[in-house]
């Protein structure tokens, strides 16, 4: 099983829609949690760390379930922008980060 | 801004010859860094952690010999592809963490696309 596992899509969203999707990790020591986004043959940025609590930014909403070890994304109010692969990162230990293999997502018109 | 360069953005070599990757952190120490290789539509895979003043630690299957690192210096890890082959072709990405003891956050530079021809 891979440390960290994400659909890899593409998840097909009509512009204005909401999309969400989860990501799962296997290390219950994990230590912190953050959604990268890559854009093509560009370096990855994040888009926000996930707090235990849930957080928000703007129209974006990341959660954590450490009892089932997964953190989400819901992306509201999509736009042609959001287009582009979200990577669940995940920090165990020793600022080590582990990458999921990414969600590619595709806002159309 | 960026706060972690990498240099150069793009090479191509070939067979045999052996490029130099560069990675700074402008505006912060970085007694760590990563490296990362990405192949087409496939995640980042860390190949190696960076220790400034120490060897780096390898994952398993990178061979350290053909991979060399050195971080030298707080602020700058280089990574040297050698004898390089057509496989070794990819996006090499270095990271470096910034950890202000409240908030975490990786940096990233904008990745080496490596041509080996």
């Known amino acids: 099983r891979k440390e960290v596992e994400q659909d890899p899509g593409p998840f097909n969203v009509p512009e204005g829609a909401t999309v969400a999707f989860n990501c799962t990790y296997s290390?219950?020591?994990?230590?912190?949690f953050f959604w990268y986004r890559q854009d093509c043959r560009k370096e990855p940025k994040l888009l926000m760390s996930?707090?235990?609590s849930g957080n928000e930014d703007g129209r974006f909403t990341a959660q954590l379930n450490r009892a089932s070890q997964y953190i989400s994304l819901l992306i509201r109010d999509s736009k042609l922008s959001d287009s582009a692969t979200y990577l669940c990162?995940?920090?165990?230990?020793?600022?080590?980060?582990?990458f999921g293999g990414g969600t590619r997502v595709l806002v159309k018109p | 801004g960026a706060v972690v360069s990498q240099h150069p953005s793009w090479v191509i070599c070939k067979s045999g010859t052996s490029v130099k990757i560069e990675c700074r952190s402008l505006?912060?120490?970085?007694?760590?860094m990563f490296w990362y290789r990405q192949f087409p539509k496939q995640s980042l895979m860390l190949m190696a952690t960076?220790?400034?003043?120490?060897?780096?630690?390898?994952e398993q299957g990178v061979e350290k010999d053909k991979f060399l690192i050195n971080h030298a210096s707080l602020t700058l890890s280089t990574l040297t592809v050698t004898s390089a082959h057509p496989e070794d072709s990819s996006f090499y990405i270095c990271?470096?963490?910034?950890?202000?003891?409240?908030?975490?956050?990786?940096?990233f530079g904008q990745g080496t696309r490596l041509t080996v021809v």
């Open positions: 990271s470096a963490v910034r950890d202000r003891g409240w908030n975490t956050e990786a940096f």
């Open positions: 290390n219950s020591a994990s230590q912190s």
């Open positions: 990162v995940v920090n165990a230990a020793g600022n080590k980060l582990t």
């Open positions: 505006d912060f120490q970085a007694t760590t």
């Open positions: 960076s220790n400034e003043g120490s060897k780096a630690t390898y």
């Open positions: 996930v707090y235990s």
